[in-house]
């Protein structure tokens, strides 16, 4: 890294090489109006008379789906005339620009989410500053503001209503995801485990939160079609056989056919508020404990889902863990026991293959197809890391 000390001008004598010119300043349209930024802030801060001073926005990388997210700082003035004494930053997250059965009305879900879910959660999530749903049919015009170019963009008429303003969690002493020990990942499991028993065989009501999503209930039909259309496409395309074999094409798309040798798995046993895509990359390892974030996938179903989604991403994506799956899987029903006293280790291993299998079955297909490039360069380590536990896991439920 170059050392802080010198200077862009400075560090270039050392290098050789010529300083980069600043990027061109671009000026972009955020999807709220100060006046609706301001007063979300008043009240996040409990201060009447705060007063917006300078946004400056930046981009972030988007998440699993695909939405752009910008960090907004922001500077404030809380009633003492000087803008350089309050200083908030903020996170701006677009609706979904893919298609698919998982991530649509990703946004508004988890807007409903914060506005009513959340304050019954035993763990810190962010809070909710704005909504589109908020500013629906203000006549005030959008806020614009200067950013340096390839930073940001001009939002765009497509995602003005589908967007979610919240705080950004404090970055100070949050420890990261790649270097995670394994008394983190057993904090992390006491955490989901506190979740669910919060809800343990009597979840939300759907009647009451229809928005919720069920990946394994109502809304399977969506999640089969995709996986099913994008299975045959692979089937058919010249580099297929690179990730499925025949015989385990064919296995998969009986799976998509006739489902219930999941499914009735995963249903009889109890269902619980699920987060849907719980792994480190959605949680703040903090010294006060787990901060959870990207609810977009929340929804109901049984808690082997989100146990299959932490164990599966974190090996995607860190490789080697400090915890097996056993450790893991013992960890979180002791936890979970700590709080219900009652839950049979049967349920969990036999939910756990049914809802590792099946989250490969609906939402690797189109992964693979949409990221096909990626994936054939990194092809042996998804079959050691994805494609293998799946199958052997889909073997042991059928």
């Known amino acids: 890294m170059t050392p802080a000390i010198f200077s862009r001008a400075r560090w270039s004598i050392f290098s050789g090489k010529r300083p980069k010119e600043n990027p061109p300043m671009l000026t972009i349209t955020l999807p709220f109006s ?3 930024l301001q007063n979300a802030l008043r009240h996040h801060t409990s201060w009447p008379a705060l007063s917006v001073g300078e946004v400056i926005p930046a981009k972030m990388g988007g998440g699993a789906s695909g939405s752009p997210v910008y960090r907004l700082d922001v500077n404030y003035d809380n009633g003492l005339g000087d803008y350089s004494g309050g200083k908030l930053s903020l996170v701006l997250k677009r609706g979904t620009q893919r298609a698919g059965a998982h991530l649509l009305g990703a946004a508004r879900r988890e807007a409903r989410f914060y506005k009513t879910l959340a304050p019954q959660l035993p763990m810190r999530t962010p809070r909710l500053l704005l909504t589109a749903e908020d500013v629906t049919g203000e006549p005030a015009s959008h806020l614009m503001v200067g950013a340096p170019g390839g930073v940001a963009r001009s939002w765009g008429t497509e995602a003005e209503h589908d967007w979610v303003l919240m705080e950004a969690l404090p970055q100070e002493g949050i420890w990261p995801r790649a270097s995670w020990s394994a008394e983190h990942y057993r904090m992390a499991l006491a955490t989901l485990a506190e979740l669910h028993a919060r809800w343990w065989d ?7 939160y229809p928005w919720v999503w069920m990946p394994t209930g109502a809304h399977t039909r969506e999640l089969l079609e995709d996986a099913r259309a ?47 895509d719980y792994w480190p990359g959605n949680i703040a ?11 977009q ?3 109901i179903g049984p808690a082997a889902y989100d146990l299959a989604c932490f164990h599966a991403s974190s090996r995607w994506w860190f490789g080697r863990l400090p915890l097996t799956l056993v450790e893991m899987r013992s960890h979180y029903l002791a936890c979970l026991n700590e709080r219900l006293g009652h839950v049979d280790r049967y349920i969990i291993d036999m939910s756990m293959d049914a809802a590792r299998a099946w989250r490969f079955a609906v939402l690797w297909p189109p992964a693979i197809l949409e990221h096909r490039a990626h994936l054939l360069a990194r092809l042996g380590y998804m079959r050691a890391t994805v494609s293998e536990p799946a199958y052997a896991a889909l073997r042991r439920t059928v």
């Open 34 to 36: 100060l006046e609706a």
């Open 202 to 208: 009597h979840p939300p009501s759907p009647k009451e």
């Open 230 to 276: 994008a299975l045959i496409e692979i089937e058919s395309a010249p580099w297929g056989e690179k990730f499925f074999s025949p015989e385990r094409l064919r296995a998969w798309l009986a799976v998509l056919d006739e489902p219930s040798c999941l499914l009735d798995i995963l249903a009889g046993v109890p269902q619980t508020l699920i987060h849907g």
């Open 285 to 295: 390892m903090r010294r006060d404990g787990p901060a959870v974030f990207d609810w």
């Open 297 to 299: 996938q929340v929804g």
